[in-house]
């Protein structure tokens, strides 16, 4: 496996991402959305003890829908889940999403399923009710595209503060080479199979820090290469961590995407192990006022071995999933550490780069 | 909050922990039980994709069972279940379990709820059929006691193996102090309330490693001072690391236990956090072929505050619960971590501390 850190979630064929914010004038908060316009097998894995969420349930296993189009992720609060009502109308009008009622030449109606989780940004801009509503979900649709340049305090991450610091959206990649199963039975070493890729989509507004206060560094290591901060720079970061306000409702929401195919229920699982990672990048995490949610979508380009389920078959499709779930955990740990890296100060809480300009060269 | 890792799960008082296991002639496996004889209000949350338990749906927060007496531990895969019928009779003969029928004078019948879950060691001594019955959960429950001194690479440690080391059976614990909620409004520094145990127990049989092969050091820092390796050390344990079969079934299962008063559903997102733990201390975690399992005990001898659930308010029920779910990730992957430091070689795989003895010094 290749570690590609601060690759993006859009090295994953298919999928691109949007944002939309507001800052100023009693504003900071926004919407950012990750649309498959090909469709994804999804899942989800809700670990925090206040999530705020839409369309989870449509997304368990046994459940009906099996191809998504688009997942939002937005500041706001519970008001913000309307974000998602203009995704849903985005995709309406390009035809995407379950197909119901009988086809009528190009007018296939269809319901679009997004799946949408929230950050707690309120009144971080100054004004409690200004709250992103269905025209930044919209916007963030129209602006999704493949080439994504702003990461950080930007869509979702705009409102998001991380341990007293501001917080953001962050991304990464990582290529995962899945072996075949042996061609003979005394074919030792199995062919390379397919490249597959893991991206991360990370919205990092968490009550735990993903700066270790001791080292000043970030808890999980992510490739970024990055110096020790000065002694002032420490000092300064040390003054802003204890200024966090420890009773804040906060959460780390994302999605983490790859090339492969797989079951509605595999993705499920690969959602759930991208947690280790979010639980080695932010600490603590998962508590009663985090609503840490991961979505999972799965485009489906590349096959991975049917079988069969052996422990000591290399080659197996349990083997190339495990490879992949690990991928998840390691790339949505670099997600998290990137968006508090490549946050930039734009309210209150200053931003580690700014504090620290000498970790990042 | 105050980590003294390498305490012991029986910091917390009333939880005892028995060891017993059998090595050589064929055997290397055996069972860890947890009692708690005064009982305690359970949770458990299976994140591994190949678990093996049993009486976890009685513990489901909605389900009828409030509170259990012991915990079993055990190598032997599917077949090592058997071990907890050991100490449901042990239990039955101490009359500790749910009350069933009309009291009898002494004679009250009990049902013993023991939840189990097993480490695949099968085949670990050299005889596929040597596994622990029901006569090690027997021995192991009548070995509990307060004052444990064996950890490592015994009871249901014995013929587990972490990333191609020696793995084990490790323990540690943590002294939280809650905050009380203020007397009255201007009262700004809240009253320390209590001091809450959280101590952990985890057996690890991992497929993956708790020693980073690049540092030669443990991913999770655990408190114990480690010195970095000799470079002969560090050869010799990338070696150890490249001989694990990666294809082996393996697992790290534990429990987290605490001093606090706590619902069955909050004991159930208690041990969920306690694989925040384990993401940090096992790399990877929770694959398909692990049954990762983290049950929780809560002894009820500390109250914890009512209430009220609101975020600025320090001292609520909410704050206190949260520090505890940050201490059972912490002292969990100190007990993972603890678990390959305190094993010593038994038997085919080499052992942390006789690969590189310079790091404990």
Redesign the interface.
């Known amino acids: 496996m290749t570690a590609t850190p601060f690759g993006s979630i859009t090295d994953v064929a298919g999928v691109d991402v949007g944002h939309h914010q507001r800052t100023g004038r009693g504003w900071q908060t926004g919407t950012t959305v990750v649309v498959v316009e090909g469709g994804a097998t999804p899942g989800v894995d809700v670990?925090g003890?206040g999530p705020g969420t839409r369309e989870t349930d449509a997304l368990a296993p046994e459940n009906l829908i099996q191809q998504i189009h688009a997942v939002c992720l937005t500041g706001g609060s519970a008001y913000g889940l309307s974000a998602a009502d203009g995704v849903v109308a985005w995709l309406e009008r390009r035809g995407l999403g379950f197909p119901v009622g009988p086809p009528t030449g190009d007018d296939q109606r269809v319901v679009p399923v997004v799946p949408a989780a929230v950050v707690f940004d309120l009144e971080r801009g100054g004004v409690f009710a200004n709250r992103p509503d269905a025209s930044f979900g919209d916007r963030a649709a129209r602006n999704a595209r493949r080439a994504q340049q702003a990461w950080g305090a930007v869509g979702a991450g705009t409102g998001a503060t991380a341990g007293g610091l501001q917080g953001g959206v962050g991304t990464a990649s990582t290529r995962v080479r899945i072996a075949t199963p042996p061609a003979t039975a005394d074919d030792a070493e199995p062919a390379p199979f397919a490249d597959i890729v893991v991206g991360a989509l990370a919205v990092v507004n968490a009550?735990g820090t993903v700066i270790d206060p001791v080292s000043a560094l970030p808890w999980a290591p992510s490739g970024a290469r990055l110096r020790r901060p000065t002694r002032p720079e420490r000092d300064a970061l040390g003054d802003a961590l204890a200024e966090q306000?420890?009773?804040?409702?906060n959460t780390t929401i994302g999605v983490v995407a790859t090339s492969a195919r797989l079951t509605k229920a595999e993705v499920a699982?690969f959602a759930?192990?991208a947690?280790?990672?979010l639980?080695?990048a932010v600490?603590?995490?998962?508590?009663?006022?985090d609503g840490d949610t991961v979505f999972g979508l799965a485009t489906g380009a590349s096959e991975l071995p049917a079988g069969p389920t052996r422990?000591?078959?290399?080659g197996s499709r349990?083997?190339a999933?495990?490879a992949l779930?690990?991928a998840a955990?390691d790339t949505f740990a670099a997600a998290c550490t990137h968006a508090v890296l490549a946050a930039t100060t734009i309210g209150h809480a200053p931003a580690y780069r700014d504090l620290c300009p000498s970790a990042l060269r």
């Open positions: 670990r003890g009550n306000a420890r009773a804040q409702l699982k759930s192990v947690h280790d990672g639980a080695r600490r603590p995490a998962h508590s009663m006022f422990l000591q078959t290399e349990h083997h999933l495990n779930l690990a955990a």
